[in-house]
T-cell receptor
Framework: DAKTTQPNSMESNEEEPVHLPCNHSTISGTDYIHWYRQLPSQGPEYVIHGLTSNVNNRMASLAIAEDRKSSTLILHRATLRDAAVYYCILRKETGANNLFFGTGTRLTVIP | GAGVSQSPSNKVTEKGKDVELRCDPISGHTALYWYRQSLGQGLEFLIYFQGNSAPDKSGLPSDRFSAERTGGSVSTLTIQRTQQEDSAVYLC??????????????FGPGTRLTVL
């Protein structure tokens, strides 16, 4: 499976936008880019996913580079509740469907 | 509630004992996954069930681990002869079918297993 690379940690001030980067230089044409996050003492929760085009939902936006070798999860206004570990995961359209979690990015939101 | 539920929420056992962890997936979800997360570590895939197909057991760390899913719904993860290194949070997730676009997985709150 193609791997992803994320910074170990990031900080953001409350109510400021946050851009969480992810590199996936070995991504294949059938890989979807998924983001999950894990709040303290909870199971992971789905955030957003995309294939080629940028995506928006109520939680976040996903910006995908034209060559698809990187992507950025955008939280438009960070709140204290957004403090979590964010995981960028590649998933194929077919084949194994389990999630391969890396180390993720630990986001700290400063009040 | 309509989410994934797991029981017990916490389990403390002695080394060498067997334990059973239960997962109730979201109704109608045909795919069910087990993961574990050791202290301060990322999530590790254990096993995956999809409908009536044979489960994908490729993530099970040893033959002391097994899982079953009865009637395509509830799943039980069994760890025999527990060891201290089995201490972790065991997470269950479910999703709607798995053909085509990978569907989001919904996670339960986990079972924290402590082996003394």
């Amino acid at each position: 499976d193609a791997k992803t690379t994320q910074p170990n940690s990031m900080e953001s001030n409350e109510e400021e936008p946050v851009h969480l980067p992810c590199n996936h230089s070995t991504i294949s044409g059938t890989d979807y880019i998924h983001w999950y996050r894990q709040l303290p003492s909870q199971g992971p929760e789905y955030v957003i996913h995309g294939l080629t085009s940028n995506v928006n939902n109520r939680m976040a936006s996903l910006a995908i580079a034209e060559d698809r070798k990187s992507s950025t999860l955008i939280l438009h206004r960070a709140t204290l509740r957004d403090a979590a570990v964010y995981y960028c995961i590649l998933r194929k359209e077919t084949g194994a469907n389990n999630l391969f979690f890396g180390t993720g990015t630990r986001l700290t939101v400063i009040p | 509630g309509a989410g994934v539920s797991q029981s017990p929420s916490n389990k403390v056992t002695e080394k060498g004992k067997d334990v059973e962890l239960r997962c109730d997936p979201i109704s109608g979800h045909t795919a069910l996954y087990w993961y574990r997360q050791s202290l301060g570590q990322g999530l590790e895939f254990l096993i995956y069930f999809q409908g009536n197909s044979a489960p994908d057991k490729s993530g099970l760390p040893s033959d002391r681990f097994s899982a079953e899913r009865t009637g395509g719904s509830v799943s039980t993860l069994t760890i025999q002869r527990t060891q201290q290194e089995d201490s972790a949070v065991y997470l269950c997730a479910s999703s709607i079918g798995t053909s085509g676009v990978p569907r989001e997985q919904f996670f339960g709150p986990g079972t924290r297993l402590t082996v003394l």
